[in-house]
């Protein structure tokens, strides 16, 4: 089942990304995503698992972001991300935005074969980054 995340999830949230070998959202940056579109934290909650699968959508009024997909190495190859990505996707498009963009390291081949089949295009843009503070 996709759903909205809640706050008890948090634990499972995080065992999900450091399972997947990223590194964990840090809480203060989870709460603020929570507190400004609430509806774009999604978990897939497997009945007996609990949660085996996490989004993160964020838009910048003009276009939606997806950040730290992540599913548990035994809930993979059976659709949950790709569940989560459609019901993000579906989200987003009822908030008006038309276009959505991600950001995935070049040698993460999982991650390239899932986004290339799901119709997303790599473009020759870089990025540059920089600390405020
Ligand atoms: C990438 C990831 C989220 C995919 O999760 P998943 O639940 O296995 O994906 P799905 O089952 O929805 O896959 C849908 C399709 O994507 C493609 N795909 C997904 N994983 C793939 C892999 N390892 N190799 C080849 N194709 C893959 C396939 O076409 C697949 O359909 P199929 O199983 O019918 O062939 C998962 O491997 C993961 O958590 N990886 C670690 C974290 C990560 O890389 N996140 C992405 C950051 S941008």
Do not use: K
Not at 10 to 24: K, T
Not at 44 to 49: L, R
Not at 92 to 117: S, Y
């Amino acid at each position: 089942m996709i759903r909205t995340f809640a706050p008890g999830d948090l634990p499972e949230v995080l065992d999900v990304w450091r399972a997947g070998g990223r590194d964990p959202l840090p809480a203060a940056e989870l709460d603020a995503v929570a507190a400004h579109a609430p509806e774009l934290l999604l978990v897939a909650d497997e009945p007996g698992a609990g949660v085996v699968g996490v989004v993160v959508g964020t838009t910048d009024a003009r276009r939606g972001w997806i950040h730290r997909l992540a599913v548990l190495p035994a809930h993979r190859r059976r659709g949950l991300a790709g569940a989560l990505v459609t019901e993000l996707e579906r989200r987003f498009t009822a908030r008006g935005l038309t276009r959505v963009n991600l950001l995935v390291l070049p040698g993460d081949e999982d991650a390239q074969r899932f986004w290339a089949r799901r119709g997303y295009a790599s473009c020759p843009d870089v990025l540059r980054t920089r600390d405020l503070a």
